[in-house]
């Protein structure tokens, strides 16, 4: 892999004709040749406190295309678009009395909002899959916060991986999936959350279309009640919705109390002891989604091909966005 230097059109010709992933420090230098690549219609992988994010302009028709084919993503499935504050995002979409208040509890962070798009949004239709919704996000990670400013736009960002496949939650996770498909990465470390963000439909009556960062629990004490459930895997409203996503090679069985034979087993709790990994000995919540789609990428290359056997996860708090991903990992494969 090589850094981005020297001449920065040369760099984006090299990129693009030589399949070379730039590999970006998330200081001044690296943060501002990212926004460079973003302006000149290329993609961008980036750090979010969730996953890491896939970035291109949201204005621009070729951007957005080339995520999609940087992805093998179905064109049906819409992506969030990223912006630096609210106000931003104002700009964007219609924000009731509901979307004000939840904004102002959960964002900048792990919170995704469905909001009516405005006519005069400037977006690309292939972000919105041609619907009049528009999914938002203020993310909370500096390195993400210090890109979108520097580029001064919209940035479409669905996880930086192959399109069903494990999220990355680190720099390395991204070039072994996409190294030569995509301009750059800046590697920011470690996502701290480890899980996708919640996804929260405010088109008509609120509903949790995705689980995710922020547990379902918090959002409905802050409108003062229950959310129903939205979307389906037909026809997608907001990403995350296909019924097989977020998926290891191996085949993966839920709900193992112990390792059958020829199984790895991948636990939670200190009933675990015999696990090969451990998402969280002390039953911790939010370190198990931290560790989730790390360790499913661990359990895959250790697995060889051999199934994966994972522990119960309680269904409750970020239990429910870590189950939701663990039934689409392991949905029948279309």
Same mark, same amino acid.
């Given at each position: 892999?090589?850094?981005?230097?020297?001449?920065?059109?040369?760099?984006?010709?090299?990129?693009?004709?030589?399949?070379?992933?730039?590999? /970006?420090?998330?200081?001044?230098?690296?943060?501002?040749?990212?926004?460079?690549?973003?302006?000149?219609?290329?993609?961008?992988?980036?750090?979010?406190?969730?996953?890491?994010?896939?970035?291109?302009?949201?204005?621009?028709?070729?951007?957005?295309?080339?995520?999609? &084919?940087?992805?093998?993503?179905?064109?049906?499935?819409?992506?969030?678009?990223?912006?630096?504050?609210?106000?931003?995002?104002?700009?964007?979409?219609?924000?009731?009395?509901?979307? &004000?208040?939840?904004?102002?509890?959960?964002?900048?962070?792990?919170?995704?909002?469905?909001?009516?798009?405005?006519?005069?949004?400037?977006?690309?239709?292939?972000? =919105?899959?041609?619907?009049?919704?528009?999914?938002?996000?203020?993310?909370?990670?500096?390195?993400? %916060?210090?890109?979108?400013?520097?580029?001064?736009?919209?940035?479409?960002?669905?996880?930086?991986?192959?399109?069903?496949?494990?999220?990355?939650?680190?720099?390395?996770?991204?070039?072994?999936?996409?190294?030569?498909?995509?301009?750059?990465?800046?590697?920011?470390?470690?996502?701290?959350?480890?899980?996708?963000?919640? *996804?929260?439909?405010?088109?008509?009556?609120?509903?949790?279309?995705?689980?995710?960062?922020?547990?379902?629990?918090?959002?409905?004490?802050?409108?003062?009640?229950?959310?129903? =459930?939205?979307?389906?895997?037909? %026809?997608?409203?907001?990403?995350?919705?296909?019924?097989?996503?977020?998926?290891?090679?191996?085949?993966?069985?839920?709900?193992?109390?112990?390792?059958?034979?020829?199984?790895?087993?991948?636990?939670?709790?200190?009933?675990?002891?015999?696990?090969? /990994?451990? /998402?969280?000995?002390?039953?911790?919540?939010?370190?198990?989604?931290?560790?989730?789609?790390?360790? /499913?990428?661990?359990?895959?290359?250790?697995?060889?091909?051999?199934?994966?056997?994972?522990?119960? *996860?309680?269904?409750?708090?970020?239990?429910?966005?870590?189950?939701?991903?663990?039934?689409?990992?392991?949905?029948?494969?279309?």
């Amino acid at each position: 892999m090589r850094k981005g230097t020297g001449n920065p059109n040369a760099a984006s010709r090299a990129t693009t004709e030589c399949g070379v992933t730039q590999e /970006l420090t998330p200081d001044a230098t690296g943060l501002a040749r990212a926004a460079d690549l973003l302006r000149q219609g290329q993609l961008v992988a980036f750090p979010t406190e969730t996953v890491y994010g896939l970035g291109g302009d949201a204005r621009s028709d070729t951007a957005v295309a080339r995520i999609f &084919e940087a992805k093998d993503r179905p064109r049906f499935n819409p992506l969030i678009v990223h912006v630096p504050d609210t106000a931003a995002a104002r700009r964007i979409a219609l924000f009731d009395d509901r979307a &004000e208040r939840v904004a102002a509890a959960f964002w900048p962070g792990p919170l995704t909002l469905v909001l009516p798009l405005r006519p005069d949004a400037g977006l690309s239709p292939l972000v =919105t899959a041609g619907l009049d919704s528009v999914a938002l996000r203020v993310p909370a990670h500096p390195v993400a %916060r210090a890109l979108l400013t520097a580029f001064g736009g919209p940035v479409a960002a669905p996880s930086a991986n192959p399109s069903g496949r494990v999220s990355p939650t680190r720099a390395r996770h991204v070039i072994d999936g996409l190294s030569g498909r995509i301009a750059a990465v800046v590697d920011g470390g470690a996502c701290a959350v480890g899980v996708e963000s919640t *996804i929260l439909g405010l088109v008509g009556g609120a509903a949790l279309l995705r689980p995710g960062g922020i547990p379902a629990e918090a959002l409905e004490d802050c409108l003062g009640h229950p959310l129903a =459930t939205g979307g389906s895997a037909e %026809r997608p409203n907001a990403p995350g919705q296909l019924a097989s996503h977020y998926a290891p090679a191996s085949a993966v069985r839920l709900n193992a109390l112990a390792r059958q034979q020829g199984e790895f087993w991948l636990g939670f709790g200190p009933d675990a002891t015999d696990a090969d /990994l451990n /998402l969280s000995p002390s039953a911790d919540m939010v370190e198990a989604a931290a560790n989730l789609f790390h360790y /499913l990428r661990q359990a895959d290359t250790a697995a060889s091909g051999r199934p994966i056997a994972v522990s119960p *996860i309680p269904e409750h708090g970020l239990g429910r966005a870590i189950n939701d991903r663990l039934r689409r990992a392991a949905a029948p494969r279309p």
